[in-house]
């Protein structure tokens, strides 16, 4: 299942994608978390120092070679520079597997504990002025468009803030979409940005409060977000140690933050996968950029590179596994 967590700065959706892949990954199962906030720090969320946190290999920075190695064989694209952040895998493209044996995990993940890291890589001063960081999260919707999660394989992404998650396809790839909130207006400003975009293009989402401090702040989320309030975290003296650098075990967080997790995770394995509407998505707004930008850009109609006979999911992967 692959997940993301948005929320406007500050509201604590790092910390929560931190916690929630520690807490998949402390029932044995494959967990893959991907930092592609423009603010680098689910590594040190995750329990990482600094030091080898700023040591992380940056997807971001290596596109060309994730793009020529995710297209393999397909003849639909010409080129690894005809592809772009929304091209969708097709028959001769390599598909993935969550911390799956292949030279991208090889090359850039990391073990972060019991989870795999991945990150986009950083906004660098080199990119000011003449960068948008949105071509480095472009990366990541590679990565989600030719992976294959089947059952006990997590994704979980830790996105950028705000209402930024909606300049490309990427809000599109997630089974399920956790929205952060404090119990205030600020934080429910996101929500509702969240929630109209959502409900154009059919995801699922749902509010998880934070830094809950006493009933009257549950009441002010479910006067402002409804039936979409999933759950709420208390403020947690075991998440301000650990963001002190105090680490410890997930067994020491609070008994009612880790029912919360317990309810996040119910969530998640409720969601069924829907590959053929997961494929349209990503069609679907591959044709969009293609005609906004990307034909321009690469001097080639990249409509042509959709593969209408391509089937997306398990099978398919177990097919090319079979041959």
């Known amino acids: 299942m692959k997940v993301a967590f948005v929320g406007k700065g500050g509201s604590g959706k790092t910390t929560l994608s931190a916690l929630f ?5 402390a029932s044995a199962r494959t ?3 991907i930092d592609a906030d423009i603010n ?43 592809m772009v952040k929304t091209t969708p895998a097709g028959r001769g493209s390599r598909l993935l597997r969550p911390a799956g044996d292949d030279p991208i995990h090889q090359r850039f993940a990391r073990p972060a504990g019991a989870v795999t890291l991945l990150a986009t890589g950083a906004f660098t001063e080199d990119d000011l002025g003449v960068a948008c960081y949105h071509s480095k999260v472009g990366a990541v919707e590679l990565y989600l468009n030719h992976l294959v999660d089947q059952s006990d394989e997590y ?28 119990p205030t207006r600020k934080g429910v400003s996101v929500y509702r940005q969240y929630r109209d975009y959502a409900a154009e293009h059919a995801v699922p989402l749902a509010v998880v409060g934070n830094k809950i401090t006493d009933p009257e702040d549950i009441d002010f989320l479910r006067r402002h977000v409804g039936d979409d309030l999933l759950v709420c975290l208390e403020h947690s003296p075991y998440v301000r140690a650990q963001e002190q ?11 009612t933050n880790r029912a919360a997790l317990d309810r996040l995770h119910a969530a998640v394995d409720a969601r069924p996968q829907d590959w053929q509407h997961f494929q349209a998505q990503a069609v679907a707004f ?5 005609a906004a930008w990307a034909n321009e850009s690469t001097g080639e109609d990249l409509a042509q590179q959709i593969d209408p006979g391509f089937a ?11 041959s």
Not at 245 to 255: F, I, Q, V
Not at 286 to 290: G, I, S, T, V
Request: charged share 15%; glycine share 8%.
């Open 21 to 25: 892949a520690r807490h998949l990954a």
């Open 31 to 33: 967990v893959v978390a």
């Open 40 to 82: 680098q720090h689910l590594a040190v969320a995750l329990g990482m120092s600094e030091d080898q946190a700023f040591l992380l290999p940056a997807l971001g920075e290596h596109l060309p070679e994730i793009k020529e190695y995710l297209r393999g064989t397909n003849p639909l694209i010409s080129s690894a520079a005809a």
């Open 155 to 182: 994704v979980v992404v830790d996105m950028t803030a705000g209402a930024d998650s909606f300049a490309s396809g990427l809000f599109t790839r997630f089974d399920l979409t956790f929205i952060v909130a404090e």
């Open 245 to 255: 650098g105090r680490h410890a075990p997930l067994t020491e967080l609070e008994d």
């Open 286 to 290: 591959h044709l969009k950029n293609a």
């Open 312 to 322: 997306h999911g398990p099978g398919t992967l177990q097919a090319l596994s079979s």
